[in-house]
């Protein structure tokens, strides 16, 4: 009663508890939580009251109320349709027609379009008013657009006839008709002469029946919105036709032709209000579809057998799989630990709330990586607040560790630099920091030996081989890594991947080097300068080919980072290593000078200088080249160690021959290169010049190893060999000399004698 008595469209009472009456009602009967009441409306009238209740507590949505109005509406229709039928058997067959197109029209209200919805309507209603056409009308704004149509003369296109609402003369017969209807009017009937010459309508406006228009009978579209009633349009009818199916100007629309149509227009009615609460529903699903799909965190939502319902973009990318992998499949494998969804399940059921906030755990990519991951999640109910499954919320921490990891790594670098008491101790620290922290397959640290052409692996550290180390102080030639030189020359770090066809080799060669079992799929080389100076460089490498295993910006800045602190502690180092390498060279001069004496004869000297050289820089073998400067030949040398002396001429181009003919002294560059080193089997040489006063050279002494690699002589080694050199040319034009006074002193003696025997005689 209350509720007919306000024409409120629904009343929604919360508390069933204190509603007056409440005994008088439904004495005897159980308890309600909730009961949602609207009522059945035929134009202005109220049939009835439809009611649903709901004992669990909860409160009735607004949209859960929509769709109750619209089916009340339905029910006031068929009530309409009953009473009709009820009034004469005569109208029996127009009114099952009726019921039928009722039942067509508001059937799977979601399932058609809006304006085929509106154009079935349009169909129903000619046919059964035996009317000529049929049109559905909206307002939109200031005009009326024609949705809807049967029977229209010219091809029908939703939406494109369109009118502008207003009254007066010549303004146009529809615009007219529904300006009424925002004043109130119920309806337009008329038709005949009083039609065509109705003062509203326009002379320009051409009817869209196939006829004049003799005939036209509208009703207006209203909803109730709040206390008022909304135009949402109109329906209109043209030309009755007769039992010859022709349209007449003596025909016209009846009452009940008005009331039929009323019907109509409730479903049209009907048929909006669906199509606006479907398109909200749609909207706030299609909405939350775009907010799971755009969010920034991972979203899996599972049902209450633990199978996933929901997969995200970013749950995809996270764990490298995609939404048709894993949609219908249990959810444990997609943690670490399978047994880690009971565990947050249990969570769930303890906490007051039914939530799981930050809780931090692992789950388990494509490539079976443990990625830590911080959770929260909760239950899903449906309406009946029955629950079918949890939804998870997950925030990718791989990021947040590595940025925390690169603090610690930079900190205890800083520390490790600061407090190594050995360079290739704190080189393996460093190295071993690199792969630990940052979770990568391996970490080398390079030096330049000091002629340059060559890269010595003075600390490696691969992940799972602790213990391997390569082959000490090997080597690895510059000219073997294409590309190499001029990354280094170039001072900037370098990332070099598989995919890219030129760098391949490169990471092939450094894979067999370091022995790997698979190839280098990402190599970071970071150049070490010091000043303009390439002294080495990091190589920081990754066997993965997972899309997360390529160097970020912040990585390289980091380990460039590292690379500037390196070349501090190689700069100390290096300074320290000079200084303790030359002062031990000097000694050694100091030392090996005192057996260089002038008072020995030629040969027992040559023979000196050539050990004694070779000693001095710890060599282990030596040879003595004479030169004959006026003729530019190099003359055959005495050796020391195991060397075989040379049987045939010194090659032109040789180290020996460039160092006779320029006077300065050298280093091999390339031992291969060179024929007479390649005979002897040498490794390394150096040689250096024998002069006179003059600047002659007299004598050419060299240097060198057969043991394969051991660095290059360095340019104090060279030094102290020119020192070594200036004093055994001293020597050996001192023992030449007193050699020529013995044999002078010697001939001198021996004419003595002669003399003294012929006097005697």
Same mark, same amino acid.
């Given at each position: 009663?209350?509720?007919?008595? !306000?024409?409120?469209p629904?009343m929604?009472?919360?508390?069933?508890?204190?509603?007056?009456g409440r005994a008088?009602?439904?004495?005897?009967r159980?308890?309600?939580?909730?009961?949602?009441?609207?009522?059945?409306? %035929?134009?202005?009238?109220?049939?009835?009251?439809?009611?649903?209740?709901d004992?669990?507590?909860?409160?009735?949505?607004d949209?859960?109320?929509?769709?109750?109005?619209?089916f009340?509406?339905?029910?006031?229709?068929?009530?309409?349709?009953s009473?009709?039928m009820?009034s004469? !058997?005569?109208?029996?067959?127009?009114?099952?027609?009726?019921?039928?197109?009722?039942?067509q029209?508001?059937?799977?209200?979601?399932?058609?379009e809006?304006?085929?919805?509106?154009? /079935?309507?349009?169909?129903?209603?000619?046919?059964?008013?035996?009317a000529?056409?049929?049109?559905v009308?909206?307002?939109?704004?200031?005009?009326?657009?024609?949705?809807?149509?049967?029977?229209?003369?010219?091809?029908?296109?939703?939406?494109?006839?369109?009118?502008?609402?207003?009254?007066?003369?010549?303004?146009?017969?529809?615009?007219?008709?529904?300006?009424?209807?925002?004043?109130?009017?119920?309806?337009?009937?008329?038709?005949?002469a009083?039609?065509?010459g109705?003062?509203a309508?326009?002379?320009?406006?051409?009817?869209?029946?196939?006829?004049?228009?003799?005939?036209?009978?509208?009703?207006?579209?209203?909803?109730?919105?709040?206390?008022?009633?909304?135009?949402?349009g109109?329906?209109?009818v043209?030309?009755?036709?007769?039992?010859?199916?022709?349209?007449l100007?003596?025909?016209?629309?009846?009452?009940?032709?008005?009331?039929?149509?009323?019907?109509?227009?409730?479903?049209?009615?009907?048929?909006?209000?669906?199509?606006?609460?479907?398109?909200?529903?749609?909207?706030?699903?299609?909405?939350?579809?775009?907010?799971i799909?755009?969010?920034?965190?991972?979203?899996?939502?599972?049902?209450?057998?633990?199978?996933?319902?929901?997969?995200n973009?970013r749950?995809?990318?996270?764990?490298?799989?995609?939404?048709?992998?894993?949609?219908?499949?249990?959810?444990?494998p997609?943690y670490?630990?399978?047994?880690?969804?009971?565990?947050?399940g249990?969570?769930?059921?303890e906490?007051?709330?039914?939530?799981? &906030?930050?809780?931090?755990?692992?789950?388990? !990519?494509?490539?079976d990586?443990?990625i830590p991951?911080?959770?929260?999640?909760?239950?899903?109910?449906?309406t009946?607040?029955?629950?079918?499954?949890?939804?998870?919320?997950?925030?990718?921490?791989?990021?947040?560790?590595?940025?925390?990891?690169?603090?610690? /790594?930079? /900190?205890?670098?800083?520390?490790?630099i600061?407090?190594?008491?050995?360079?290739?101790?704190?080189?393996?620290?460093?190295?071993?920091?690199?792969v630990?922290?940052l979770?990568?397959?391996?970490?080398?640290?390079?030096?330049?030996?000091?002629?340059?052409?060559?890269?010595?692996?003075?600390?490696?550290?691969?992940?799972?081989?602790?213990?391997?180390?390569?082959?000490?102080?090997q080597?690895?030639? /510059?000219?073997?890594?294409?590309?190499?030189?001029?990354? &280094?020359?170039?001072?900037?770090p370098?990332?070099?991947? %598989?995919?890219?066809?030129?760098?391949?080799?490169?990471?092939?060669n450094?894979?067999?080097?370091?022995?790997?079992?698979?190839?280098?799929r990402?190599l970071?080389?970071?150049p070490?300068?010091?000043?303009?100076?390439?002294?080495?460089?990091?190589?920081?490498?990754?066997l993965?080919?997972?899309?997360?295993?390529?160097?970020?910006?912040?990585?390289?800045?980091?380990?460039?980072?590292?690379g500037a602190?390196?070349?501090?502690?190689?700069?100390? %180092?290096?300074?320290?290593?000079?200084?303790?390498?030359?002062?031990a060279?000097l000694?050694q &001069?100091?030392?090996v000078?005192?057996?260089?004496?002038?008072?020995?004869?030629?040969?027992?000297?040559?023979?000196?200088?050539?050990?004694?050289?070779?000693?001095?820089v710890?060599?282990?073998?030596?040879?003595?080249?004479?030169?004959?400067?006026?003729?530019?030949?190099?003359?055959?040398?005495?050796?020391?160690?195991?060397?075989e002396?040379?049987?045939?001429?010194?090659?032109a181009?040789?180290?020996?021959?460039?160092v006779a !003919?320029?006077?300065?002294?050298?280093?091999?560059?390339d031992?291969?290169?060179?024929?007479?080193?390649?005979?002897?089997g040498?490794?390394?040489?150096?040689?250096?010049?024998l002069?006179?006063?003059?600047g002659?050279?007299?004598?050419?002494?060299?240097?060198g190893d057969?043991?394969?690699?051991?660095?290059?002589?360095?340019?104090?080694? &060279?030094?102290?060999l020119?020192l070594?050199?200036?004093?055994?040319?001293?020597?050996?034009?001192i023992?030449d000399?007193?050699?020529?006074?013995?044999?002078?002193?010697?001939?001198?003696?021996?004419?003595?004698?002669?003399?003294?025997?012929?006097?005697?005689?």
């Amino acid at each position: 009663g209350k509720l007919v008595e !306000s024409g409120e469209p629904w009343m929604i009472v919360e508390n069933y508890e204190t509603w007056p009456g409440r005994a008088d009602v439904f004495s005897g009967r159980h308890r309600f939580g909730a009961v949602l009441e609207v009522p059945l409306c %035929w134009k202005q009238d109220v049939l009835g009251v439809l009611y649903i209740d709901d004992a669990t507590g909860r409160v009735f949505s607004d949209d859960e109320a929509r769709l109750l109005s619209l089916f009340a509406d339905q029910a006031a229709i068929s009530l309409a349709n009953s009473d009709l039928m009820a009034s004469g !058997s005569q109208k029996l067959q127009r009114l099952e027609r009726l019921a039928q197109s009722s039942q067509q029209m508001m059937s799977d209200l979601a399932e058609m379009e809006l304006p085929d919805r509106l154009t /079935l309507i349009a169909r129903h209603a000619t046919e059964i008013l035996d009317a000529e056409a049929c049109g559905v009308f909206r307002v939109r704004g200031d005009e009326i657009s024609l949705e809807g149509s049967h029977g229209q003369k010219e091809t029908f296109v939703p939406g494109v006839r369109r009118m502008k609402i207003r009254g007066g003369d010549g303004q146009g017969l529809t615009g007219f008709i529904a300006h009424s209807f925002v004043q109130g009017e119920k309806g337009f009937k008329m038709h005949g002469a009083a039609l065509q010459g109705h003062p509203a309508a326009a002379h320009h406006e051409e009817p869209h029946t196939p006829s004049a228009c003799y005939s036209l009978l509208a009703v207006p579209l209203r909803r109730r919105v709040g206390d008022k009633e909304e135009l949402v349009g109109l329906l209109r009818v043209d030309n009755k036709r007769g039992e010859d199916r022709r349209a007449l100007a003596t025909l016209g629309f009846d009452q009940e032709d008005e009331w039929i149509l009323v019907i109509f227009a409730e479903a049209a009615v009907v048929a909006v209000e669906s199509a606006e609460l479907v398109d909200r529903l749609k909207l706030r699903e299609d909405f939350q579809h775009r907010l799971i799909a755009s969010s920034p965190n991972g979203i899996i939502a599972v049902d209450e057998r633990g199978k996933i319902t929901v997969f995200n973009r970013r749950a995809e990318d996270i764990l490298s799989r995609t939404k048709d992998e894993v949609l219908g499949q249990p959810v444990h494998p997609l943690y670490f630990d399978p047994e880690e969804p009971r565990r947050i399940g249990r969570m769930l059921d303890e906490s007051p709330e039914h939530r799981v &906030l930050n809780y931090r755990t692992f789950v388990r !990519s494509h490539e079976d990586e443990a990625i830590p991951i911080l959770h929260s999640s909760t239950w899903i109910y449906d309406t009946t607040n029955r629950r079918i499954g949890s939804v998870g919320y997950f925030e990718d921490l791989r990021a947040q560790e590595a940025s925390q990891n690169r603090e610690r /790594l930079l /900190l205890k670098a800083s520390d490790v630099i600061a407090q190594a008491g050995e360079l290739g101790e704190g080189l393996e620290t460093l190295a071993a920091m690199m792969v630990s922290l940052l979770k990568r397959s391996f970490c080398g640290i390079l030096l330049k030996d000091d002629n340059r052409d060559f890269l010595i692996l003075r600390a490696v550290n691969i992940a799972g081989r602790p213990g391997w180390r390569p082959r000490p102080d090997q080597p690895i030639a /510059l000219a073997d890594f294409p590309g190499l030189s001029e990354i &280094l020359e170039a001072g900037l770090p370098t990332v070099r991947n %598989w995919t890219d066809t030129r760098a391949r080799t490169n990471l092939q060669n450094l894979s067999r080097l370091l022995e790997l079992e698979t190839d280098i799929r990402h190599l970071l080389v970071v150049p070490l300068k010091i000043g303009s100076r390439v002294v080495g460089q990091i190589d920081l490498g990754e066997l993965s080919e997972s899309p997360h295993a390529d160097f970020d910006p912040e990585e390289i800045d980091l380990i460039a980072a590292i690379g500037a602190q390196i070349t501090v502690l190689l700069r100390r %180092w290096r300074l320290l290593e000079v200084t303790e390498h030359r002062e031990a060279l000097l000694k050694q &001069l100091v030392h090996v000078s005192t057996h260089v004496r002038a008072d020995m004869d030629l040969p027992t000297l040559t023979k000196s200088i050539t050990r004694l050289g070779a000693e001095l820089v710890n060599a282990e073998v030596g040879a003595l080249f004479p030169y004959l400067s006026r003729i530019g030949e190099v003359g055959l040398p005495k050796v020391h160690g195991p060397l075989e002396e040379v049987a045939s001429e010194i090659p032109a181009g040789s180290l020996i021959d460039r160092v006779a !003919s320029s006077g300065e002294a050298q280093i091999a560059a390339d031992v291969a290169a060179d024929p007479l080193l390649t005979e002897w089997g040498l490794s390394r040489a150096a040689a250096v010049p024998l002069q006179q006063a003059s600047g002659e050279v007299e004598a050419v002494l060299m240097v060198g190893d057969p043991v394969p690699g051991l660095p290059h002589f360095s340019q104090d080694d &060279l030094e102290v060999l020119r020192l070594f050199a200036n004093q055994a040319s001293s020597a050996l034009l001192i023992s030449d000399l007193i050699d020529g006074e013995r044999r002078t002193t010697s001939k001198l003696g021996l004419l003595h004698r002669i003399s003294d025997y012929l006097q005697t005689d």
